[in-house]
């Protein structure tokens, strides 16, 4: 169990696993389905703060961990395209549920080809939002140009946020957990806001 749990803490992660780690997490979360329950946010944080201490070189992990959202973006969307709406009918599992599905359908439904970008910053419509893209079929052309955008800002403006307050805050190591936690929180909020939003609208029916 500490093992597993370790797994997801980003401090540990980043230790055990160092920029191929991080490059292998932001990839799997941005478009590949068993990556949802994955701690991008967080690690993309944590991965600015400690680079703040030394311990990652930030010249080399911005445009690491931006090019493994775009590509994972990209590989989610060229999923969706080959399997288009047999996804909509696969069988329940670990590592997929249709109520992820609905979600992102839900995003997609209210903002449009924005989701894209949006969703970047929300844990599990982040990772189907792509798929999406390509069951719908989205151009290419158009859908590369949000995931470039959306990559940008989650990516690199998450890593870059840490490595700024890393550089700006005296002993952040000392803060660390804290700091970590509360963007865990904050980045669940929305799903959370989603889901209830979901269950409304289920009930109203």
Known sequence: MKEF?????????????GLLGIFLVV????????GFFLPGDSLLFTSGLLASQGILNIYTLV??????????????YTFGRKIGIKIFTKEDSIF?????????QHFYEKY??????LARFIPVVRTFAPILAGVGGMSY?????????GAFFWAVGLTLAGYLLGNLVPNIDKYLFPIIGGIILLSF???IREVFHILKEKHKK
């Open 5 to 17: 749990l370790n797994i997801l803490d980003p401090i540990s992660l980043i230790h055990a696993v």
């Open 27 to 34: 990839f799997a979360e941005s478009g590949i389905f068993v």
């Open 63 to 76: 445009p690491v961990v931006f090019v493994a959202a775009i590509l994972g973006d990209n590989i989610g």
């Open 96 to 104: 997929f549920h249709k109520d992820h599905i609905a979600r992102a």
């Open 112 to 117: 449009g080809k924005k989701t894209i970008v």
């Open 141 to 149: 052309q158009t859908f590369l140009v949000y995931n470039i955008v």
């Open 189 to 191: 909020l929305p799903v």
